[in-house]
């Protein structure tokens, strides 16, 4: 299994690469959502996407990523003081979770 992650972050993704290491998952991180896109293969079952990494439309961003690969699970995290941003990300199809829910569960996210 592999997950993609779309992230400009220097901290966090060494935590999600150490829990994707304990799942047994390849974890590649992408800092743009062209590079996103482009990382799609056929090993690529989820795309994980940090708000605050990028300003792109989501929507623009999902079509792409389901015409490669139609079965993607699409999730997108941000602060929850973000409520717009987290629903315009919901209403483009990923499933929403703040920045707390993805801490506290790094192991479903990126290790399953």
Not at 40 to 58: K, M, N
Request: net charge neutral; proline share 4%; glycine share 8%.
């Amino acid at each position: 299994m592999k997950i993609v992650y779309l992230t400009r972050d220097l901290m966090f993704p060494s935590r999600a690469q150490q829990a994707a290491r304990t799942g047994g998952v390849t974890l590649q991180v992408v800092g743009s959502p062209e590079q996103c896109t482009e990382a799609i293969d056929d090993e690529t079952e989820r795309v994980v996407v940090d708000l605050s990494s990028t300003g792109a439309p989501l929507a623009d961003l999902a079509v792409a990523l389901k015409a490669k690969k139609p079965e993607l699970e699409l999730i997108a995290y941000g602060p929850h003081v973000q409520s717009d941003r987290l629903a315009a990300a919901k209403a483009a199809g990923f499933r929403t979770m703040t920045n707390g829910q993805v801490h506290s569960g790094m192991k479903m996210v990126f290790g399953e």
